[in-house]
């Protein structure tokens, strides 16, 4: 699982089809961080690389270093305008 920072950066960019490759880089969404002094938690918005597949995430970080996948759904659907995909949780 890799987080795309910079699309860029992207493993296999040039193994997409040329569509593929343009949708990447005008759907892409810079990471959001934000932290919750409450609980000492910090959650990350970002698209990631998994399993050969886009998905955009909703990542949980703990002030102990455990992470967990909140939530994530595939971001390829609505490059191309397929209709959304369901989030998975």
């Known amino acids: 699982m890799i987080l795309i920072n910079n699309p860029h950066d992207m493993p296999l960019l040039d193994s997409l089809d040329p569509d593929a490759y343009n949708a990447v880089f005008t759907q892409h969404k810079p990471a959001v961080v934000s932290h919750d002094e409450s609980t000492d938690k910090y959650t990350v918005e970002a698209d990631l690389y998994k399993e050969s ?3 955009r ?6 002030h102990k270093g455990r992470v967990t996948i909140l939530e994530q759904k595939m971001i390829m659907h609505e490059m191309f305008g397929a ?3 369901e989030s998975v949780m």
């Open 57 to 62: 995430a909703k990542i949980e970080i703990t």
């Open 53 to 55: 597949q886009l998905v």
């Open 83 to 85: 209709g959304r995909a």
